[in-house]
Nanobody
Framework: QVQLVESGGGLVQAGGSLSLSCATS????????MAWFRQAPGKEREFVAG????????RYADSVKGRFTASRDNAKNTVYLQMNTLKPEDTAVYYC?????????????????WGQGTQVTVSS
């Protein structure tokens, strides 16, 4: 059974940093694209960042470029999202997701597995 478990969310002031982790089990981690999405109240789920199976290719939403960094540790079956210079508009539930292909997709329907989400709240 595939499981994705996010951690690291919380409350932070604007300009601060948070680091999210997503531990996985039940899948061949080093063959999966991993991605982070987020969903704010009343809004659709949106792509934040993605990383390919080897970690040498990443993709980011324009709104987080230069502030967020995705990385992965295939030995630990874990993907990370380092979030710096956080803004109030980054407030959302952040989800980890995976897909067994090579392309870093940006549409939620292209992803097979999802975590339960972790809340990130940025105060102004």
């Amino acid at each position: 059974q595939v499981q994705l478990v996010e951690s690291g969310g919380g409350l932070v002031q604007a300009g601060g940093s948070l680091s999210l982790s997503c531990a996985t089990s039940g899948l061949t981690f080093n063959t999966y694209v991993m991605a982070w999405f987020r969903q704010a109240p009343g809004k659709e789920r949106e792509f934040v960042a993605g990383i390919n199976w080897s970690g040498d290719s990443t993709r980011y939403a324009d709104s987080v470029k230069g502030r967020f960094t995705a990385s992965r540790d295939n030995a630990k079956n874990t993907v990370y999202l380092q979030m710096n210079t956080l803004k109030p508009e980054d407030t959302a539930v952040y989800y980890c997701s995976s897909r067994p292909y090579t392309r870093i997709a940006t549409i939620p329907d292209d992803y097979s597995y999802w975590g339960q989400g972790t809340q990130v709240t940025v105060s102004s």
